[in-house]
Nanobody, 124 residues
Framework: QVQLVESGGGLVQAGDSLRLACAAS????????MGWFRQAPGKEREFVAA????????KYGDSVKGRFTISRDNAKNTVYLQMNSLKPEDTAVYYC?????????????????WGQGTQVTVSS
């Protein structure tokens, strides 16, 4: 089974950039769709971005379109989330997720494996 470990979170100022990484174990990484979700205190988990297993089809949540970019390096078993023009409302715990269905889904139920999360805090 795929195991996921996120990294790259931290404290930044509004307007700054940050890149999250999610390293996956296992030899079938390229067959998984990968997604990023986030959850702020007192709020529901929110879809951020997803990328298909092959073909690189991407999907983004409305609140991050044009600012965030998801990408993957199947040779390194890693998916990235480049976050630019960060805003205080981007503050949340960011979770990486893997789905065997392999399409770029915005639904948490389409992902079977989840990382432990990494905190992103954007100060104003």
């Amino acid at each position: 089974q795929v195991q996921l470990v996120e990294s790259g979170g931290g404290l930044v100022q509004a307007g700054d950039s940050l890149r999250l990484a999610c390293a996956a174990s296992g030899r079938t990484f390229s067959s998984y769709a990968m997604g990023w979700f986030r959850q702020a205190p007192g709020k529901e988990r929110e879809f951020v971005a997803a990328i298909s297993g092959v073909g690189g089809v991407t999907k983004y949540g409305d609140s991050v379109k044009g600012r965030f970019t998801i990408s993957r390096d199947n040779a390194k078993n890693t998916v990235y989330l480049q976050m630019n023009s960060l805003k205080p409302e981007d503050t949340a715990v960011y979770y990486c997720a893997a789905g065997r269905a392999a399409w770029a889904s915005y639904l948490p139920r389409d992902y079977e494996r989840w990382g432990q999360g990494t905190q992103v805090t954007v100060s104003s």
